[in-house]
């Protein structure tokens, strides 16, 4: 459908280049994710990515957190305090060792799980679009089971986004599934942010977990999943029977299938 494409066969090659040569660059990105997954309601879940030199690390805020629109001449961009969190669910990406650390839970079963940077394969399309005043260029992956497609700028160069998503010459804009049940937008970005580098770590809440794989916290979700199944399958016999009422167990998906 779209002509002269050119595939990022090496994306953390050129993530971890482009990182080095802005090094310098430092300040925070506001991210909000609409997740419309057919199972739990429609819900928005907004983060703040903080980032210096070769690091990110993004922490979900809580729902009662207000932001504070802040002009900058022509520029604006929003101002978020972080509240302090027991165990916050966090992306945290390491370029200059290819390492990437995050929290995710099944029901209430929180892990930290140890990944890798080097996941994307990207395909850059010739597409460009104006996004919040910034010249977009539209490119696409096929990651973990889910056809994605993001927007980036070169405008900004900070070769990261929201969630796992890295390795594109700019920062990235927009990132959406193309089943429309993901939806990550940049709400903001302050070049200018003043924070404590050290905020930039696993969270010390995590001090005492030990990281488990990916593959390993797939294999529990869908072994939960399974074990819901066979709960609701009984409790449907058992009503069946003339017992009390069935209920059904039902897990959001994960945006990894894989």
């Not at 983060?47 to 979900?60: A, P, T």
Request: charged share 20%; glycine share 4%; hydrophobic share 35%.
């Amino acid at each position: 459908m779209y002509q002269n494409k050119s595939t990022l066969s090496f994306a953390f090659i050129l993530c971890f280049l482009t990182f080095n040569i802005s090094a310098q660059v430092k300040g925070t990105i506001n991210y909000k994710l609409t997740k419309n997954d057919g199972v739990s309601s429609a819900t928005e879940i907004n983060s703040i990515v903080y980032f210096s030199g070769n690091k990110s690390i993004e922490i979900n805020l809580p729902k009662n957190l207000s932001n504070t629109i802040v002009a900058d001449g022509d520029n604006s961009f929003v101002e978020t305090k972080v509240l302090k969190n027991s165990k916050p669910i966090f992306v945290y990406k390491d370029f200059s060792k290819n390492e990437l650390q995050l929290s995710d839970f099944i029901e209430r079963n929180i892990y930290l799980i140890k990944d890798t940077l080097a996941n994307f394969k990207w395909t850059i399309t010739k597409e460009k679009k104006k996004i919040l005043n910034y010249s977009c260029t539209r490119a696409t992956t096929n990651f973990r089971g889910r056809q994605f497609e993001v927007w980036f700028t070169d405008a900004i160069s900070v070769p990261n986004g929201p969630w796992k998503f890295c390795g594109l010459p700019g920062l990235i804009i927009v990132a959406k599934d193309l089943e429309g049940k993901y939806n990550y937008e940049l709400t903001g970005i302050n070049l200018k942010a003043v924070f404590d580098p050290k905020i930039i770590s696993i969270p010390f809440s995590y001090s005492k977990e030990k990281a488990v794989s990916h593959a390993y916290f797939i294999a529990a979700y869908k072994k939960r999943v399974a074990q819901n199944a066979a709960l609701s399958r009984a409790s449907e016999q058992q009503n069946s029977s003339g017992g009390s009422s069935s209920f059904t167990v039902t897990l959001p998906p994960k945006m990894e299938k894989l």
